[in-house]
C-alpha cells in the first residue's frame, strides 16, 4: 500500500475582498452569430461562481475567452491589475502563455498526454512555463496527487485510470501552476454517474480552502452547497447574478425560474 508523505501544502489566501477577476462587457462574435452579448463580472479572491445555463448560452465561450483559448471581439479583462483583452499583446505567445499561467483550466475532457505518466503530465507545464527545476516540480507534483487522492497514480499512463481519476489529475496539473484562479468547464459532464462525487469531492476542498473559482456546471446541488454567487447565463447575457442562496431561495428571472424546474423535474443532480 502506498501513502502520501506527510507535508506542508501551501493554502492560497482566503477572502480579502480583492478582485481578482473582473469582465466589462465582454463580446464574442462568430462572423454573424454573437455567442456573448456584452457579459459583466466580477470575482472576488476566495469567490467561488456557479455559472449555469441551458446549452448555447456561452457558457464555456465565457470561460474559453478568460483564457484566452478564444479571443474576445470586445470588451475587457483585468486579471487583479492587469488588463488583458483582445487588444492586449494577445500576439506575443509568452504574455499568453503567462497569463493562461495565472487562470487554471479544467476541461471537459481531461486532455492528458496518453504516452506520459500521471506525474509526467503534471510536471511538464511548471518545468517549460514556470522554469522549476525537474526535481521541485516533481516533488509539487506527488505532493498534489497526495491532495488529490491519487499519490499511488504518479507511474500509471492516463488509459489505465478511470474517468474520475484522470479529471483528478487534471486538477492537480492545473494547481501545478499555482494559479490565481480556476476555471472548470463542466468538469464532471464526461463522466458515468458513479464518478462524479470523487471529482466534486475534490473540488469542494478546495473552495473550502479560498481558492477562486469560476465553475461552469450542471450539478445544481453541487453549486448550491459550495458557491458563494450564482451567474445565469441566457442567450449569451448575464439573465441573474448574485448570492447563491438567494438566487436559488427566490430567483426573480422567470427564464431562471424556469431553468431551476427543468432542471429539477430532469433530475439533476
Not at 238 to 243: D, I, Q, R
Request: charged residues 25%.
Amino acid at each position: 500500500m502506498h501513502f502520501c508523505p506527510v507535508r506542508l501544502v501551501e493554502q492560497p489566501a482566503l477572502y480579502d475582498n480583492k478582485p481578482a477577476l473582473r469582465v466589462a462587457g465582454l463580446r464574442k462574435r462568430y462572423g454573424p452569430l454573437e455567442v456573448l452579448k456584452g457579459v459583466s463580472l466580477t470575482a472576488r479572491r476566495g469567490d467561488v461562481i456557479a455559472i449555469l445555463g441551458s446549452s448555447g448560452s456561452g457558457k464555456s465561450t465565457l470561460l474559453r475567452c478568460l483564457n484566452l483559448l478564444e479571443r474576445p471581439s470586445d470588451g475587457h479583462i483585468w486579471l487583479g491589475d492587469t488588463e488583458i483583452g483582445h487588444s492586449t499583446g494577445l500576439s506575443d505567445r509568452r504574455k499568453i502563455e503567462a497569463l493562461r499561467a495565472r487562470m487554471g483550466m479544467v476541461f471537459q475532457t481531461f486532455n492528458l498526454w496518453p504516452h506520459k505518466t500521471v506525474l509526467e503530465n503534471i510536471v511538464e507545464a511548471p518545468v517549460h512555463v514556470r522554469r522549476l527545476t525537474r526535481s521541485d516540480a516533481s516533488q509539487k507534483a506527488k505532493d498534489l496527487l497526495c491532495k488529490v487522492g491519487l499519490f499511488d497514480k504518479q507511474d500509471a499512463f492516463p488509459t489505465h485510470l478511470s474517468g474520475g481519476q484522470q479529471q483528478r489529475v487534471a486538477i492537480a496539473r492545473a494547481l501545478a501552476m499555482e494559479p490565481e484562479i480556476l476555471l472548470f468547464d463542466e468538469p464532471t459532464s464526461a463522466l458515468d454517474p458513479e464518478l462524479v462525487g470523487e471529482v466534486l469531492k475534490v473540488m469542494r476542498e478546495l473552495a473550502e480552502e479560498g481558492r477562486t473559482m469560476l465553475i461552469v456546471t450542471h450539478e445544481l446541488n453541487f453549486a448550491r452547497q459550495v458557491s458563494s454567487h450564482t451567474m445565469f447565463l441566457h442567450h449569451g447575457r448575464v439573465e441573474e447574478h448574485g448570492n447563491t442562496r438567494e438566487l436559488f431561495a427566490s430567483p426573480s428571472s422567470p427564464r431562471f425560474r424556469d431553468f431551476l424546474s427543468a432542471q429539477a423535474g430532469g433530475g439533476a443532480r
